[in-house]
């Protein structure tokens, strides 16, 4: 109770936080480049290969979404969705690669307008941001610079984005989905009468939070929504019904976070910079393949992919490398190799030939004794040292 009474009391400090969440980002910045997909259902991820492709949808604009496609479908039925709405006279689906170097150019052009407007920016990804609107005093001034950077991203980038205001990080960014797309949602702290006004633009903390079901809460996934629904949990009010202890009985640490989290209260900081802990690249293969010299090629494509943007990055020493497998049951194993003679900035031959070590006993009976086929590998370099450089809103790579 102590602990809650101190958070309350720094939530009396004020805050108002944003979240700028991009509509279906990706699918959306291809429909503006190649206008002739406009109005069209565009699904961007994997290649679907007449339904015979590997690997998920990254994005779905809100055209696919009415067919059903969403991000992380199988590439497969989202190509089967598009082939039976084809049948039905429906619009097939437009299906495109991942372009993460015009997506990259928008984000930092949409991370330059949120600056514009505040001095403490923190993109959470490549399509999310968070950013302090304290200075401006009360929600509605908030209000009134959200629009100004929604009118100005729409300008300038011919794509919508919607924005959550609230008084933290947790608040703003379920506030930030609740009217999309191209949405505002404003929830106040405090706000007299507010069970009518759910419907439009703005809402009480209690009032907002309560009805929700408690997926919406940040963190709860399918296992804890089936653990907490089989306790006769649906709602977020419904999950106030128990002390933080019983939370804690029943989930742990993460317990008495979501006991904090049902009563809207967080203190996350805005981070605008953040160290990078490692740099890695894996991929799905098109088939599972044992085949040493196949895999051998694809994980010497990554070691360059992942050794570029170590230097890029700034960084001189790497202490750690990593290798990543994943058999064809989805059963994964990492294997990892630290240094005393630390890799520096010259050394791409002598990691290209250590994460060859670590990945060629997975290839036979040493760490593969029923010869299992592989479906997909992974390579990362880490413990980079004390003087980690600080990337300045990190870009998804």
């Known amino acids: 109770m102590i602990q809650l009474a101190v958070m309350k009391k720094n939530n009396k400090k004020k805050r108002i936080v944003a979240h700028l969440d991009m509509d279906a980002f990706f699918a959306s910045v291809e429909e503006r480049y190649t206008p002739r997909f406009r109005g069209l259902p565009i ?36 190509w089967q969705i598009s082939e039976d709405m084809k049948k039905q006279g429906k619009p097939e689906v437009i299906f495109l690669p991942v372009d993460f170097e015009l997506y990259n150019k ?8 949120i600056q514009k ?4 920016v923190e993109q959470a990804s490549i399509d999310e941001f968070y950013f302090d609107l304290t200075p401006a005093l009360n929600f509605k001034k908030a209000e009134n610079i959200c629009r100004k950077i929604k009118e100005e991203i729409r300008k300038e980038e011919k794509i919508t984005c919607s924005v ?16 999309k797309p191209d949405g505002l949602f404003i929830v106040r702290p405090r706000l007299a009468g507010s069970g009518a006004r759910l419907a439009r633009r703005q809402v009480d903390v209690e009032s ?10 940040p963190g709860i996934g399918p296992k804890t929504e ?18 933080e202890q019983e939370l804690k009985n029943i989930l742990g640490k993460w317990g008495g976070d979501l006991y904090y989290k049902a ?13 990078v802990k490692s740099i890695g690249e894996q991929a799905t293969f098109e088939r599972d393949t044992l085949g040493a010299l196949f895999i051998g090629d694809e994980l010497f494509k990554m070691c360059e992919n992942v050794f570029q943007r170590f230097r890029a990055a700034g960084f001189e020493k790497c202490r750690t490398i990593a290798i990543t497998v ?15 003679e630390e890799l520096g900035v010259k050394d791409f031959a002598r990691f290209r030939v250590e994460a060859l070590k670590l990945i060629l006993p997975y290839l036979d009976k040493r760490k593969n004794p029923k010869l299992k086929n592989i479906r997909l590998i992974g390579v990362r370099m880490e413990n980079f040292g004390e003087n980690l450089p600080k990337i300045r809103q990190p870009r998804l790579i």
């Not at 991820?45 to 339904?51: F, I, L, M």
């Not at 089936?226 to 002390?243: A, G, I, M, P, Y």
Request: charged share 25%; no cysteine.
């Open 117 to 120: 407007y505040s001095a403490l």
């Open 106 to 113: 928008s984000s930092a052009n949409i991370l330059r307008i």
């Open 208 to 217: 907002f939070l309560d009805p929700l079901q408690i997926r919406k809460i």
């Open 164 to 179: 959550g205001i609230g008084s933290n990080k947790l608040i703003s960014k379920i506030a930030a989905g609740f009217k």
């Open 326 to 340: 994943r058999f064809s049951g989805f059963e994964t194993k990492t294997s990892a190799k630290s240094f005393k």
């Open 263 to 275: 009563r809207g209260i967080d203190d996350s900081p805005i981070i605008s910079e953040r160290e």
């Open 226 to 243: 089936v653990l907490l629904k089989n306790l006769k949990v649906e709602t977020v009010k419904d999950l106030k019904q128990f002390s």
């Open 43 to 78: 699904v961007v991820g994997s290649e679907p290969k007449n339904g015979m492709g590997r690997g998920v949808v990254s994005t779905a604009n809100y055209k696919a979404r009415e067919y059903g496609i969403h991000s992380a479908l199988p590439i497969t039925k989202a």
